[in-house]
């Protein structure tokens, strides 16, 4: 069992390109999620999906745009990227409410 | 702005000692609580969760919430060197959307040999 598989595992852009990072879960869970992790910032949300058919935003949504694809998948795309963007991207996913997520190994970003 | 707050340590004990970890949360109406623990480089993974006031307890670990007081804690008992980690603690507010937890920023525990 996979659990929640997040591609690439890193990528290094230029400012100003595009990438999408890509995040399938085989729970059949309903939510998904993508965070970002910066050193003394914590996990902050970015944008979620609490159904399939449904994204809203979370408390960093700018400069990021979502897709759910399917129940199973939920992407994360940056239009420009900028060094602000520099992170660690992780996407996760529940069964119902809030809380008990499942992680995937995160995906590390470098925008030089 | 609701608000998750820990200590972010780092917190050293002793292997075998009790390590406490300690949480406030700033909305009233929260209604979930949950400890992740994050080891160095890897992703979160949920250890403990908690919904009513009083102890809930998982092998070496006990969470403890008090609604009234906005404080939510994690015990380790007999702490080994493999929990060192970082601890975060998330919230599940009552306004707006269900479906978001509120992280607090973590507690770095070392267990020293």
């Known amino acids: 069992n996979a659990g929640v598989t997040q591609t690439p595992k890193f990528q290094v852009l230029k400012t100003g390109q595009s990438m999408t990072l890509q995040c399938a879960q085989d729970m059949n869970h309903n939510s998904m999620y993508w965070y970002r992790q910066d050193p003394g910032m914590g996990l902050r949300l970015i944008y979620y999906?609490?159904?399939?058919?449904?994204?809203d935003k979370g408390e960093v949504p700018n400069g990021y745009n979502v897709s759910r694809l399917n129940k199973r998948e939920f992407s994360l795309r940056l239009e420009s990227a900028a060094p602000s963007q520099t992170s660690v991207y992780f996407c996760?996913?529940?069964?119902?409410?809030?809380?008990?997520?499942?992680f995937g190994e995160g995906s590390r970003l470098t925008v030089l | 702005q609701k608000e998750v707050e820990q200590n972010s340590g780092p917190l050293s004990v002793p292997e075998g000692a009790i390590a406490s970890l300690n949480c406030t949360y700033s909305?009233?109406?929260?209604?979930?609580f949950f400890w992740y623990r994050q080891y160095s480089g890897k992703s979160p993974e949920l250890i403990m969760s908690i919904y009513s006031n009083g102890d809930k307890e998982d092998g070496r670990f006990t969470a403890q919430l008090n609604k009234a007081s906005q404080y939510v804690s994690l015990l380790i008992r007999d702490s080994q060197p493999s929990d060192s980690a970082t601890y975060l603690c998330?919230?599940?507010?009552?306004?707006?959307?269900?479906?978001?937890?509120?992280f607090g920023k973590g507690t770095l525990l070392t267990v020293n040999p």
């Open positions: 999906s609490a159904s399939e058919g449904t994204t």
């Open positions: 909305d009233r109406g929260s209604q979930s």
């Open positions: 996760a996913s529940t069964r119902g409410i809030a809380g008990e997520l499942f």
């Open positions: 998330a919230v599940n507010t009552s306004g707006g959307s269900n479906y978001k937890l509120t």
